[in-house]
């Protein structure tokens, strides 16, 4: 398994594609040459474009003799500057990435002044409106537990399944930087950026920390909020038993 740490800027997302560069497929290069052999990475789950990571994980199988201590060294000298495998371990046979993962903690960075930041702009999103945190802290206790959470998932997905549990929201700022961090079972596609969305409409008192219920309750998309920019979300660990 591959610990893997990356700037989402200039990618087209994790998953390989026909066109486009990918997280995947850059890795999967760096694998062959060392291996000498074709690989199939299994990703613990797909980041969009622009999203970053700085804990995502995947795992491969390879007959490679190579010491394992030595397979982040050897990979980050043929990776481009913007991936990094962080660490690797040796694990049982039957382990997947994706389906032993017990939950995801995500973070999402807001620059919250008048004045945009040039050195921050790849990694958060600029919102210049003042915001009330507490509101947006009282909003959170209703996204809490296990919910169905079909209003907060992006209306081309096709899921099924769109119960997951939340175990909680942390809302911290420092200077003008905000850091919302989330961590649950399970995410639906675009959840947290949505949820980041429709806390902002919160903060700047469009709506009440109460109408969260409503929205969850209504199982549909058009009432939450917008879906917050992909480059201020962060990948931040994987968990596993």
């Known amino acids: 398994m591959l610990e893997i740490e990356y ?3 200039d990618f087209n997302g994790w998953q390989i594609q026909p066109k486009g560069r990918t997280v995947e497929k850059e890795i999967m ?16 789950g797909r980041t969009d474009a622009k999203v970053h990571a700085k804990a995502q994980t995947a795992n491969f199988k390879t007959e490679s003799k190579i010491p394992i201590d030595r397979l982040p060294k050897a990979m980050n000298g043929l990776l481009p500057k913007d991936v990094s495998i962080v660490r690797a371990f040796e694990m049982p046979k039957n ?4 389906y032993h993962a017990i939950g995801k903690t995500y973070s999402y960075h807001i620059y919250n002044s008048r004045i945009r930041s040039a050195l921050l702009s790849r990694h958060s999103y600029y919102y210049p409106v003042t915001l009330d945190i507490e509101l947006m802290r009282a909003a959170t206790q209703f996204l809490i537990g296990g919910h169905d959470f079909k209003s907060f998932m992006s209306a081309n997905s096709n899921i099924k399944n769109t119960v997951r549990i939340i175990n909680s929201i942390n809302i911290c700022k420092r200077d003008k930087s905000i850091y919302l961090t989330f961590e649950g079972n399970g995410f639906l596609y675009n959840m947290v950026r949505i949820m980041v969305g429709t806390l902002l409409e919160v903060g700047r008192k469009k709506t ?12 549909n998309r058009v009432y939450a909020g917008c879906t917050a920019p992909p480059q201020g979300l962060f990948l931040e660990k994987v968990i596993y038993p």
């Open 7 to 9: 700037d989402g800027t």
């Open 29 to 44: 290069k760096a694998i062959k040459k060392i291996a000498k052999h074709e690989v199939k990475i299994f990703g613990a």
């Open 95 to 98: 382990f997947n990435a994706r």
């Open 208 to 219: 009440t920390p109460e109408y969260m219920k409503y929205i969850l309750e209504s199982k």
